[in-house]
């Protein structure tokens, strides 16, 4: 059973950086059997939106608002999923989590907050 603890939110200026994390409990089997990981984010009133994805193999894939600034990534040994975001904007205000593509891990972790003030 593969539980998923996120990282690394927190208050920043608009145009500032932070980097997420995504660690994953139990055995590096159950996580290496997950094929694509994904972080997500959900603002106030808003239903949650998928932001990037990052296969087993590497391929990532991120959505058209955050193209350019947000980059996906992954350490396998460490099970662990990263989120890098760069430039942030204001409009980037939500609560982050990470999961497997298509939010196949149940229960969600608790998220991570990330504010981004103008």
């Known amino acids: 059973q593969v539980q998923l603890v996120e990282s690394g939110g927190g208050l920043v200026q608009a145009g500032g950086s932070l980097r997420l994390s995504c660690t994953a409990s139990?055995?590096?089997?159950?996580?290496?059997?997950?094929?694509?990981m994904g972080w997500y984010r959900q603002a106030p009133g808003k239903q949650r939106e998928l932001v990037a994805t990052?296969?087993?193999?590497?391929?990532?894939n991120v959505t058209d608002s955050v193209k350019g600034r947000f980059t996906i990534s992954r350490d396998n040994a460490k099970k662990t999923v990263y989120l890098q975001m760069n430039s942030l904007k204001p409009e980037d205000t939500a609560v982050y989590y990470c999961n497997a593509d298509g939010g196949a891990i149940k229960p969600w972790g608790q998220g991570t907050q990330v504010t981004v003030s103008s």
């Open positions: 990052i296969t087993i193999g590497g391929s990532t």
């Open positions: 139990g055995s590096i089997f159950s996580f290496l059997r997950i094929n694509a």
